[in-house]
């Protein structure tokens, strides 16, 4: 299994990002997708969650702000970030699990300036 992200950079406060990661190796459409970030000396925290079904969940500190989604056609999952703020900075992992297995993409580096 391989998970690709890109889209992260840096932004104003108040500004938006997507970040996007692509799968292989895996039954795509079975997966449950997961975004984290860690932001510097912190733990990685949990962010977003979307099952096969499409349900979501999201960290309190996010909720109505960013949105995850997932298109199955390009294995994709999407991470829509709205009214970044500075404590939004961090890199962010897109994760999974196949058969038991945990799987964490490379990172995408999100700076959010004030």
């Known amino acids: 299994v391989q998970l690709q992200a890109s889209g992260g950079g840096l932004v104003q406060a108040g500004g938006s990002l997507r970040l996007s990661c692509a799968a292989s190796g895996t039954v795509f459409s079975y997966s449950t997708m997961r975004w984290y970030r860690q932001a510097p000396d912190n733990q990685r925290e949990l962010v977003a969650t979307i099952g096969p079904s499409g349900t979501t969940t999201y960290a309190d500190s996010v909720k109505g702000r960013f949105t995850i989604s997932r298109d199955n056609g390009k294995n994709t999952v999407y991470l829509q970030m709205n009214n970044l703020k500075p404590e939004d900075t961090g890199v962010y992992y897109c994760?999974?699990?196949?058969?038991?297995?945990?799987?964490w993409g490379q990172g995408t580096e999100v700076t959010v300036s004030s």
């Open positions: 994760q999974t699990a196949w058969m038991t297995k945990p799987y």
